[in-house]
């Protein structure tokens, strides 16, 4: 933190600049780093492509990327896909490359979330290809919700975030103060 890096803006934890940022980017624009906003539901077209929601392609274009990058994920007892911005999977390699290769916990991370990711590219439609062994593991039928995450997005089943979604929402009604401790 603190740091000067491309362009002049203030390095920070949940912000990167590449030196494929195009300048016009400024630091304000990287302050959700690559978190992506809202909830949308999309079908996979014959081909097993998806489109990414037109907002998320405008994050993309935003920062200078032309790639996702999606690994298994498992949220709530629910299996599901984690998406990140390239830009933000690099950042987030570089800081478990800072420990132990020898940390059990990491060697399990390793294991399960990395030896899974793949870089899908976002051809000029705005379609992404979900590889077949992520497509299979979080059970992605024609129908999916891509919805936001505070470090990307997630892809999920339809039927499943449904279920997710109204399991979340009732622990609400039955507790109200459920958030009251993620209060900033």
Known sequence: TGRVCYGGALWREVA???????????????????????????????????????EYRARLEQLGE??????????DGARCLDGYVRGEWVSFERKLRERSRFDPQLRKLE???????????????????VPPHL????????????????HGFRVWDK????????????????NPGLFRDVDL
């Open 16 to 54: 990167y600049m590449t030196e494929t940022t195009p300048k016009n980017v400024t630091e304000s624009d990287l302050s959700i780093g690559g978190s992506m906003l809202g909830h949308f539901e999309h079908r996979f077209d014959l081909k097993n492509r998806i489109t990414l929601p037109s």
């Open 66 to 75: 032309r790639s996702v990058v999606l690994t298994n994920f498992l949220c």
């Open 111 to 129: 294991t399960f979330y990395l030896s899974r990711a793949a870089e899908c590219p976002v051809d000029s439609s705005g379609r992404i290809l």
């Open 135 to 150: 497509r299979i593991y979080a059970g992605l039928d024609k129908e999916v919700v891509f919805a936001s995450s505070l």
């Open 159 to 174: 039927r499943v975030w449904d279920h997710v979604f109204t399991e979340a929402e009732t622990a609400l009604l039955e």
